[in-house]
């Protein structure tokens, strides 16, 4: 008889209104979170990186039409704002650029000149999986 009284109090607990939510007024007791997106870059500066992205993609398509095979991989943005001077980058563009038959010279002139309002991005810190302590025995 007191185990029915015991689940009575437990049963009533569990279906009263203000129990029915739990700390920070979300269902099931479950803690509500924040949707809370911390931004580190300046979201200009990554808007002028993407449209520099876009514009090498629609440029190299163009100097490669018909031969995409040949075209380059990749063009790292970064890697050119690494380079000391403008002629190291006009180097580097004109390696990754050794394949086109058509003039580059034009691409390769406003390729140095979008380079000049961006700023390389620092990556972001790789944890080591020494710090990682989810994967340590206990």
């Given amino acids: 008889m007191a185990a029915q009284r ?5 049963l009533n ?4 209104p203000s129990r ?3 700390p920070g007024g979300s269902p099931g007791g479950l803690q509500k979170r924040h949707a809370r997106v911390t931004v580190k870059y300046d979201r200009r ?3 002028r ?16 039409r018909g031969r995409e095979a040949d075209m380059p991989d990749e063009v790292n943005i970064d890697e050119l704002l690494e380079l000391e001077s403008e002629e ?3 180097r580097k563009i004109q390696g990754l650029l050794t394949s086109c038959t058509n003039p580059t ?6 390729l140095l000149a979008k380079l000049r309002g961006l700023h390389k991005q620092p990556g972001l810190p790789q944890p080591s999986p020494s710090d990682d302590s989810s994967l340590s025995p206990r």
């Fill in 20 to 22: 029915a939510r739990g």
């Fill in 13 to 16: 607990k569990l279906q009263s």
């Fill in 45 to 47: 500066e990554l808007q």
């Fill in 88 to 90: 190291d980058r006009t």
């Fill in 49 to 64: 990186r993407l449209d520099v992205e876009k514009w090498i993609d629609g440029r190299l398509e163009e100097l490669y």
């Fill in 6 to 10: 015991l689940g009575k109090r437990v």
């Fill in 105 to 110: 010279e034009d691409f390769v002139q406003e």
